[in-house]
């Protein structure tokens, strides 16, 4: 049963981490074209980053795995038994991790934009006397600034992604509360309990305690450790 709850709270970890990262890379990119796609015809890539990140901002995660999974096609690749999941759970981890992608991205996005907001603009004009072309200057002058910048929000951000990855409970027995779900489903046939054909399933007390005592200490190390990370960063970002 420990061995089956640790890979569930590998999963969630591996799930969070990739959500942040793809949404990091997306979001960037969104974030890019809302700020400097103003004008001319490269201005329809600020308004269609405008609506994607509204959209998926002001709408609630669970809703977009659901609609992940009954329209999002899986490919072939994850349609294997892979990391001890069944095929069937490898296509949902797939579509709720493409869920979370496309919903972290959009509130990246606005953290990432408020970080290049705070770059000055004179930024630019240095990096074209130094020779650098729009698209170096932001590659490697304002965003590594930018992202200096937002380093204590977006560990906060990493914190609500491992929260949120406990909604794909609902899909399968994947991550940490799901798999927590199923093994409180079957109590009496792991803690030895038989209470005869008529009370089968019956769930005990001590069960529910210890099982979701041991998910909630865990989501509370996981996060409270990066909160504290976060503590760090902003108490060195305030000036002497």
């Not at 960037?28 to 405008?50: D, E, H, N, V």
């Not at 991205?105 to 606005?110: D, F, G, K, T, W």
């Not at 399968?172 to 005869?196: C, D, F, P, Q």
């Not at 005592?213 to 509370?220: D, N």
Request: proline share 3%.
């Amino acid at each position: 049963v420990f061995l089956y709850l640790l890979r569930g709270i590998a999963f969630t970890c591996i799930i969070s981490v990739l959500g942040v990262i793809l949404g990091l890379i997306l979001g960037s990119l969104l974030a890019l074209a809302r700020t400097y796609c103003k004008k001319g015809p490269a201005r329809i890539l600020g308004w269609l980053s405008a609506a994607y990140i509204e959209l998926f901002r002001n709408t609630p995660y669970l809703l977009w795995i659901f609609v992940c999974v009954v329209f999002c096609p899986c490919p072939a690749f994850f349609a294997h038994k892979m990391f001890g999941l069944t095929s069937v759970e490898m296509k949902l981890l797939f579509k709720a991790a493409l869920a979370l992608i496309l919903f972290n991205s959009s509130v990246i996005a606005e953290i990432v934009r408020g970080g290049l907001n705070g770059v000055a603009k004179g930024q630019f004009e240095a990096g074209y006397a130094q020779g650098f072309n729009t698209a170096e200057v932001l590659l490697y002058i304002v965003l590594p600034q930018a992202y200096r910048n937002i380093v204590p929000t977006l560990l906060s951000q990493v914190i609500t992604t491992i929260k949120d990855s406990s909604y794909m409970a609902s899909l399968a027995a994947i991550e940490l509360m799901a798999r927590v779900k199923l093994i409180i489903s079957k109590a009496n046939k792991y803690n030895g309990t038989w209470l005869g054909p008529m009370n089968r399933g019956t769930i005990h007390v001590s069960d529910v305690f210890v099982l979701f005592g041991l998910a909630f200490l865990t989501y509370f190390i996981i996060n409270f450790s990066l909160s504290l990370v976060v503590r760090r960063l902003k108490k060195k970002r305030k000036p002497a």
